[in-house]
């Protein structure tokens, strides 16, 4: 089944220093995502740095719900939850963005299903937030970094290539004019007759 997450859920969470806790539920709480937050901090070369990271996931789904399960083999509430994760790892003070699609599997109570997360335009930020509504500085994840660096790369190489012709037409008119004043020695042997 494909269980998006509806407009109309219900959120609630739980705003701590170092966790933080989202919970979203819909169709009448026949499904619940629960999101676990953490901030940590460790000693780099750079000195001390903080990060917020996703650290569990909790997922409880009904399969008697007939939205999305039609026939379902063996309807009931299940649990579908991460282990020791450790994903949208972002320094601190800044929200994580990322558009592209993210896939983070979970382990389900009901071992016959196999449970995936799948996330896309995504921005959160759990842990020092400025005011209500409004994000820190994002930080983007790798994919779209990497999707940016695709896009501007043509763009830098076109340059540099325009670049490295200009200076080459350049050097090239320069050596014509310094050479054009020079007297220039005959190539052809027929005009060293005289010298003999």
């Not at 719900?65 to 039609?70: G, N, P, S, V």
């Not at 389900?108 to 921005?123: A, C, G, I, P, T």
């Not at 076109?158 to 090239?172: E, S």
């Amino acid at each position: 089944a494909d269980i998006p997450l509806s407009r109309g859920a219900e959120m609630k969470g739980k705003c701590g220093t170092n966790e933080s806790e989202l919970e979203l539920s819909w169709l009448e709480q026949a499904y619940t995502l629960k999101l676990f937050f953490l901030k940590e901090g460790h000693n780099t070369s750079r000195g001390p740095e903080a990060f917020w990271r996703l650290s569990r996931i909790q997922f409880t789904y009904d399969t008697s719900e007939r939205t999305y399960f039609k026939d379902a083999v063996s309807p009931g509430k299940h649990t579908a939850s991460s282990h020791r994760l450790s994903a949208l790892v972002t320094p601190a003070g800044k929200s994580y963005e990322c558009q592209a699609q993210q896939t983070i599997s979970l382990i389900s109570s009901d071992h016959q299903k196999s449970v995936q997360l799948l996330l896309s335009e995504v921005r959160l930020q759990p842990f020092d937030i400025p005011a209500d509504f409004v994000f820190s500085e994002e930080h983007k994840c790798p994919v779209d970094q990497r999707e940016q660096l695709e896009e501007t790369l043509p763009l830098i190489l076109g340059l540099i290539l325009g670049l490295v012709i200009v200076i080459t037409l350049g050097i090239y008119h320069i050596h014509l004019k310094l050479t054009a004043s020079q007297v220039q020695i005959p190539r052809d042997r027929s005009q060293y007759k005289h010298m003999g």
